[in-house]
């Protein structure tokens, strides 16, 4: 369904909103994260902005926030919840979307009941998809808290039916409750058959981002904007090209004008125009004017898609300069790779320099004592 909806002069027509997933088994931080970057992304970041249609669920979120701000947590949710945000740009709406947040016990329903199909057409035909684990469990080696066999083979089965490209951000929650030191290399084994279905899709781009909600906050912005970002830039991308296809088509029609124009004019075009008169053939300067009508219908439909390239070129420049930065995830990287990215990403590089600077004066020490 088209829906055809003006929201100033910013926001573009959009042919359906953008829709966000959330999933992860009960429990792993998912409403607290939702409550935390809507709070965080209300101060804004490198420009962008959060706002929800609904102006109670502006002031539910903000009020959760508060309380997780202060270190206390939300009760569990039970059903599956939609939320409509906008997601901004320089004060400016750019976009809409639709976040669908499930009730984590989705994720164990049998195929063939009313939810499992939701999920799986819900992930079908999203532009961005958050998966949640708690890396605390992670750690701790309970791949039951976090449904990862589950999650794996709905993404697996969801992943084979996409026809257009999207976004996968793997959110590991709660890393305030982990010791960097416990990020060891087999953290990541458990999630290697959803790393690797990633990896082999070429419709999905993942990440992997850290993240903690509390009274200290963690890469909060980064899962929404990462989610958000194939289908911005997808947008530009498809904008930019109608907008070449209607100039070049202008500049077509203009020329098939000129050279009309020309076969009409003077003696020789005033014969040749009777000519076709008599034969009841469409002259030449009546297919100039049709021509240069057409240029000129071609060349507004340019300017409209310049018109709405225009407000979104900066913010997926932006959102491709922020999502850069992470830890995306890659064919031939390693799981020791991304672990490695994980430690540094979050922090963890203080314990790097750390272990350098002890290495080096161990070696200062060695050297003193055989030199003696
Ligand atoms: N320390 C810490 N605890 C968290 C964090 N996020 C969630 N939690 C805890 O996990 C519990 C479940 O979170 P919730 O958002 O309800 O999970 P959901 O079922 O996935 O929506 C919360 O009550 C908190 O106790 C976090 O970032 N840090
Ligand atoms: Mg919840």
């Not at 949640?132 to 992670?138: P, Y």
């Amino acid at each position: 369904m088209i829906q055809k909806k003006f929201f100033g002069s910013s926001l573009r027509e959009q042919e359906s909103p953008m829709k966000i997933v959330e999933l992860g088994y009960s429990g792993v931080g998912k409403t607290t994260y939702m409550a935390s970057m809507y709070g965080t992304l209300q101060e804004g970041f490198g420009g962008f902005k959060l706002r929800t249609i609904d102006h109670a669920e502006h002031t539910r979120l903000l009020g959760l926030y508060a309380s997780i701000k202060a270190g206390n947590y939300p009760p569990a949710t039970s059903q599956r919840n939609e939320y409509d945000f906008y997601l901004q740009h320089g004060g400016k709406d750019i976009f809409q979307f639709t976040w669908a947040d499930y009730r984590g016990k989705a994720i164990r329903e049998t195929s063939d009941s009313y939810e499992a199909q939701r999920l799986h057409q819900d992930i079908c035909s999203a532009d961005g998809i958050m998966i949640f684990f708690d890396c605390k469990a992670l750690i701790k080696g309970d791949a039951k808290a976090n449904e990862i066999r589950r999650v794996t083979a709905l993404m697996n089965k969801a992943f084979q039916d996409l026809n257009q490209p999207i976004s996968l951000a793997i959110v590991l929650t709660k890393i305030d409750l982990v010791e960097k030191e416990n990020f060891k290399s087999g953290l990541l084994e458990p999630l290697k058959g959803l790393i690797e279905v990633v990896e082999t899709s070429n419709m999905v781009s993942g990440t992997l981002i850290p993240v903690a909600c509390g009274i200290k906050m963690i890469n909060t912005q980064m899962p929404v904007l990462f989610a958000l970002q194939t289908r911005v830039r997808s947008t530009v991308n498809m904008l930019n090209e109608e907008y070449k296809k209607y100039a070049s088509e202008a500049e077509s029609c203009e020329e098939e004008a000129r050279k009309e124009q020309k076969l009409a004019s003077g003696l020789g075009g005033f014969f040749r125009d009777l000519g076709r008169s008599i034969l009841s053939e469409t002259t030449h300067a009546e297919l100039a004017r049709r021509n240069w009508r057409e240029a000129e219908e071609k060349k507004e439909k340019a300017q409209a898609k310049l018109a709405e390239w225009q407000p979104l070129s900066q913010p997926a420049n932006d959102l491709n300069y922020y999502t850069k930065r992470l830890i995306n995830i890659r064919k031939g990287e390693t799981l020791h790779n991304y672990v490695t990215q994980l430690k540094r990403f979050e922090g963890g590089g203080q314990s790097f320099i750390f272990i350098f600077f002890l290495i080096v004066v161990a070696i200062i020490i060695l050297i003193a004592v055989y030199s003696k």
